[in-house]
């Protein structure tokens, strides 16, 4: 007998299930074998969904309690913080708690803990944060062996504070991290030998933009992938270089790439090229316990609509 916490969940290819509510997108050559794809039958956990608030920080900015609102009323029940916008931690539990929202990660530099290590814990385990995931890392100390050696240090150190703390240390991926070494493994796989107590925080889009599938990570990491980011997206050309922007100590975007040659535009669940109920499959086996929905722009829509139908596929899918 299946356990009582799963659902049996009928479910289509993305594209097929939401094309009577959306305008069908100009089709690309990724997406036309995911159009013919049959349906299928798998049974779900009940994982907390969550959502990166960089997704909707542009909100966040202008009404931190009133964004924070309509993300409850939308369904999600955790919230991942990428900058705190001038609240204290007092501030931050208080509204958490008011609409009924739990923080269980969020995206923090190593920097942060230079100062005064014990003081940025207990800012953050003021409003009960359990997991700090890294946001990205400088590509050129991560590959270079002199240089990693330094940033090993340092994030071996903040791994040790966090788990004295009952918390522990992630790291986002991006794609550069599945460049190859000279000794065959990926930066990824050698972020994650080398600092104990450091877990994965899959981004599942840059993962798949990496040319890579993101189920197949997820299970080699089994047992060890607490938290995930659900991210889809439209590409014409996988691999086609940094298309993003990245979060600087404000919580701010920094930098970002040409989106136009690889025809790459970040969607709403369930929009694009992921196979979203293989990659929770692939959570399911491996032990996850949280998704986080993140979309980091959003063309055509408000990025609280955007969140919201993300949401509401998530909802189909049983969570």
């Known amino acids: 007998m299946k356990d009582k916490s799963f659902k049996r969940v009928l479910w289509l290819s993305p594209p097929n299930r939401w094309r009577f509510c959306f305008a069908k997108p100009a089709p690309i050559p990724h997406e036309r074998k995911l159009r013919k794809a049959k349906a299928k039958v798998i049974y779900m956990k009940k994982f907390g969904v969550g959502v990166q608030l960089y997704s909707v920080r542009g909100d966040?900015?202008?009404?931190?309690?009133?964004?924070?609102?309509?993300?409850?009323?939308?369904?999600?029940?955790?919230?991942?913080?990428?900058?705190?916008?001038?609240k204290t931690s007092e501030e931050i539990k208080a509204i958490l708690d008011k609409l009924?929202?739990?923080?269980?990660?969020?995206h923090q530099g190593v920097e942060f803990f230079d100062k005064d290590?014990?003081?940025?814990?207990?800012?953050?385990?003021?409003?009960?944060?359990?997991?700090?995931?890294?946001?990205?890392?400088?590509?050129?100390?991560?590959?270079?062996?002199?240089?990693?050696?330094?940033?090993?240090?340092?994030?071996?150190?903040?791994?040790?504070?966090?788990?004295?703390?009952?918390?522990k240390l992630l790291y986002h991926n991006h794609d550069f991290?599945?460049?190859?070494?000279?000794?065959?493994?990926?930066i990824h796989d050698r972020i994650m030998a080398d600092v104990d107590g450091l877990d994965p925080e899959?981004?599942?889009?840059?993962?798949?933009?990496?040319?890579?599938?993101?189920?197949?990570?997820?299970?080699d990491y089994s047992g060890r992938v607490d938290v995930v980011h659900l991210k889809d997206f439209a590409c014409k050309n996988l691999g086609g270089g940094p298309v993003y922007a990245l979060i600087n100590e404000d919580?701010?975007?920094?930098?970002?790439?040409?989106?136009?040659?690889?025809?790459?535009?970040?969607?709403?669940l369930g929009m694009g090229l992921q196979d979203v109920p293989a990659i929770l499959a692939a959570c399911e086996a491996a032990g996850?316990?949280?998704?986080?929905?993140?979309?980091?722009?959003?063309?055509?829509?408000p990025p609280m609509e955007a969140i919201e139908i993300s949401r509401k596929y998530l909802a189909s899918l049983g969570l």
């Not at 955790?78 to 001038?86: I, L, P, S």
């Not at 009924?100 to 969020?106: A, D, P, Q, R």
């Not at 014990?118 to 400088?138: H, N």
């Not at 981004?203 to 990570?217: E, L, N, R, S």
């Open 100 to 106: 009924g929202l739990k923080c269980i990660s969020v």
């Open 60 to 86: 966040m900015d202008k009404d931190f309690e009133g964004t924070l609102k309509k993300v409850a009323d939308m369904g999600y029940e955790y919230v991942e913080f990428a900058g705190y916008y001038g």
């Open 177 to 186: 991290e599945y460049k190859k070494l000279p000794d065959g493994r990926y």
């Open 251 to 268: 919580g701010k975007a920094q930098g970002g790439g040409d989106k136009a040659e690889s025809g790459f535009e970040y969607r709403p």
């Open 202 to 219: 899959f981004d599942t889009c840059w993962v798949h933009y990496a040319g890579i599938d993101p189920t197949k990570v997820i299970k």
């Open 117 to 167: 290590p014990q003081a940025g814990v207990d800012f953050l385990k003021g409003f009960g944060v359990k997991y700090v995931a890294i946001p990205w890392y400088d590509k050129r100390k991560l590959e270079n062996d002199e240089t990693w050696a330094a940033a090993s240090a340092k994030f071996n150190a903040v791994s040790a504070l966090l788990q004295k703390n009952g918390m």
């Open 288 to 301: 996850t316990e949280y998704v986080i929905v993140e979309q980091d722009e959003s063309k055509d829509r």
